[in-house]
T-cell receptor, first 114, second 112 residues
Framework: DAGVIQSPRHEVTEMGQEVTLRCKPI?????LFWYRQTMMRGLELLIY????????DSGMPEDRFSAKMPNASFSTLKIQPSEPRDSAVYFC????????????FGQGTRLTVV | KNEVEQSPQNLTAQEGEFITINCSYS?????LHWLQQHPGGGIVSLFM???GKKKHGRLIATINIQEKHSSLHITASHPRDSAVYIC??????????????FGKGTKLSVKP
């Protein structure tokens, strides 16, 4: 398996533009997580899906952020409109169904909003 | 106060030194992870443990559930060990059972 695949690896966009980050989890993994990493706050959970259903989105900063998981093999994180403070590395991770199973991380998308 | 605290924040060592990174947490957990993040950003899981000790090559991870503390040890450190080491705990309460809460990381630099 190729692991968790995220795209793009790097994104630079202007303030106000819409940004869409993509994630393909490992096949067979039931849970998918979106995390954001900044220098100030480290890694933080944004949203967590189980069997394609959002379970906990309390970490989503505000209404400008939305995430979808239309099927078991694809998820998107959208920011509209983007702001400079959204600049961060966004990680997607997936995990098999058991709660204590190990999570596998994608390589991350480095987003810069200018 | 953060739920997961790591120390030290930064660590510089000479090649060959024995290194210890500490992690303390204040919440009920079902497991603790040690992650490694190299420059370039990819995150790799080193260990997942819920009790006792695990060893993989030169890396050793221990956890004391009663004291809510874990340590990551690196024996005979090497410049390629230079990375950020992140402690993460899997919470076992509420609607977010199974999610990870992360420490801020320890930046390790091993000099030749």
């Amino acid at each position: 398996d190729a692991g968790v695949i995220q795209s793009p690896r790097h994104e630079v966009t202007e303030m106000g533009q819409e940004v869409t980050l993509r994630c393909k989890p490992i096949s067979g993994h039931n849970s998918l997580f979106w995390y954001r990493q900044t220098m100030m706050r480290g890694l933080e959970l944004l949203i967590y899906f189980n069997n394609n259903v959002p379970i906990d989105d309390s970490g989503m900063p505000e209404d400008r952020f939305s995430a979808k998981m239309p099927n078991a093999s694809f998820s998107t994180l959208k920011i509209q409109p983007s702001e400079p403070r959204d600049s961060a590395v966004y990680f997607c991770a997936s995990r098999p169904g058991h709660r204590d199973a190990e999570a596998f991380f994608g390589q991350g998308t480095r987003l810069t909003v200018v | 106060k953060n739920e997961v605290e790591q120390s030290p924040q930064n660590l510089t060592a000479q090649e060959g030194e024995f290194i210890t990174i500490n992690c303390s947490y204040s919440v009920g957990i079902s497991a603790l992870h040690w992650l490694q993040q190299h420059p370039g950003g990819g995150i790799v899981s080193l260990f997942m443990l819920s009790s006792g000790k695990k060893k993989h090559g030169r890396l050793i991870a221990t956890i004391n559930i009663q004291e809510k503390h874990s340590s990551l040890h690196i024996t005979a450190s090497h410049p390629r060990d230079s990375a950020v080491y992140i402690c993460a705990v899997r919470v076992n309460y509420g609607g977010s059972q199974g999610n990870l809460i992360f420490g801020k990381g320890t930046k390790l630099s091993v000099k030749p």
